[in-house]
């Protein structure tokens, strides 16, 4: 008997005992209890980058209530890379005692009274990619860490991995956090190298898709850096992959950092929950402007982010510029984004033959951003859209 066939004979004999088994092979999601819809926040990122102090955090913290991003469903505030500075000598991280003066424990102490949760970083290799302790040899003492500390969820990057595997280091952490004992969301963060959608469902919540996203249309770095629709195309045919607990990450919003116009901001936005994306924001709460806070907290386009049934939409149509995006929703109605990527305003039609409907099927049609009914339909709903523009409409039989 081979190897192989021993193996399947303890499976099967181990199933008889647990009737709970799985067939061989067939991949578990991981079972945390969290992220059930894709995770809302902030993250210090994408506008400080290593500029973060606890002065900082809890002003964010505070403008999360302030400004109704906590109303509007947003709750973890997520400390990226540089809250960090060594180790001490028995191993334990140190954080930034300048920059965190009170501790990382009081911090969280101060986001978690406010009613919001408490994140942080660290990576899987040596070093983090600025270059501070990495927790590779150390994710079990880390984890139990972050645990007396009440983190409630960590995002762990891939910078100074050298030859590890990333499936087997990911893993690690993964039964570090679980053993920790506290309910932590597990972020991965590999930029879609290792095609983490294939296999990450058992041991993270989200992972990354692809590079940095940069604050832009449609630039391109050298180092791979990217803007925001060249991230919306590399998401195209991921969509069989995310569900309740385990979401495709096409990174963290730039809403709101000065590189893209209003309207950009609206599609970027809009397709982030059409592609049912975390939504974790990275601007500058503190000081936005009342149309950035008005894209930010649009409750019905939200809505479709955080919907129940947690089916990732996808591209439905493209001609040249002009595309149609769907999402199918728990109460059978579909939302709609009509992506004009053009730089002449436009005409788009969605066919109700598009978003899996019958051609005969009336249906009422209405505006999330508008906030709108737009009245009744029959097999099809058109608009005018203008340039990097985009209109969102539910469609509801
Ligand atoms: C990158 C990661 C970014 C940010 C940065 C911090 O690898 O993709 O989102 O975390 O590291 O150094």
Redesign the pocket.
Known sequence: MTRTNTLRLLHSFFCLLFITCLPAGELRALDNGQAKTPPMGWNS?NKFACNVSEELIKQIADAMVSTGMKDAGYQYIVI??CWQVDRDSQGNIIPDGKRFPSGIKALADYIHAKGLKFGI?SDAGTL???KRSGSRGYEFQDARQYAAWGVDYL?Y???STSTQNQQASYSIMRDALVKSGRPMVFSL?E?GSSKPWLWARDVGNLW?TT??IQDCWDCQRDWGGMGFVHILDLQDGLESYAGPGHWNDP??LEVGNGGMTTTEYRSHFSLWCILAAPLIAGNDIRSMSPEIAEILTNKEVIAVDQDQLGMQGRRVKREGELEVWARQLADGSRAVALLNRGTAESKISAKWSDIGYPDYLPASVRDLWAMKDLGKRTGSFSATVGSHGVVVVKIKP
Do not use: A, E, I, L
């Open positions: 990122w990226d890379d970083y983090t990619c600025q995002k990057d891939w910078c963060c930029w990354r590079g940095d990174d963290m």
